[in-house]
């Protein structure tokens, strides 16, 4: 099992900044990852994405956000992180990682592949 472990989320002024991370673990071999992405979820609605990156690193993010957040990963530590500025009270949102086609490996067994979900991260962006 693989367990997607987000942080940095916290309590922020209105043009203010934070910087999340993700990390994917387990007790299995990650083989490999494909898409990462960042997606949240404000009170009473439905969860949406923000960015996502490609293994290879390309970019793509929703319009709300183009210019303010970064999203990046590290390959070598199975993380993605999102930098975001300029925050503005509408960010307010618990935010999610995402990977998709993650491979694990156990020894003498066929590799898997599935999508995970981390637990979130709250950011409350205030004025």
């Known amino acids: 099992q693989v367990q997607l472990v987000e942080s940095g989320g916290g309590l922020v002024q209105a043009g203010g900044s934070l910087r999340l991370s993700c990390t994917a673990s387990?007790?299995?071999?990650?083989?490999?990852?494909?898409?990462m992405a960042w997606y949240r979820q404000a009170a009473g609605k439905q969860r949406e994405l923000v960015a996502e990156?490609?293994?290879?690193?390309?970019?793509n993010y929703v319009d709300f956000v183009k210019g303010r957040f970064t999203i990046s990963r590290d390959n070598g530590k199975n993380a993605v992180y999102l930098q975001m500025n300029s925050l503005k009270p509408e960010d307010t949102a618990v935010y999610y990682c995402?990977?998709?086609?993650?491979?694990?490996?156990?020894?003498?067994?066929?590799?898997?592949?599935?999508?995970?979900w981390g637990q979130g991260t709250q950011v409350m962006v205030f004025y």
């Open positions: 387990g007790r299995i071999s990650i083989f490999r990852i494909g898409n």
């Open positions: 990156i490609t293994s290879d690193g390309r970019p």
């Open positions: 995402r990977a998709e086609r993650v491979i694990t490996v156990v020894a003498g067994e066929r590799p898997v592949e599935r999508d995970y």
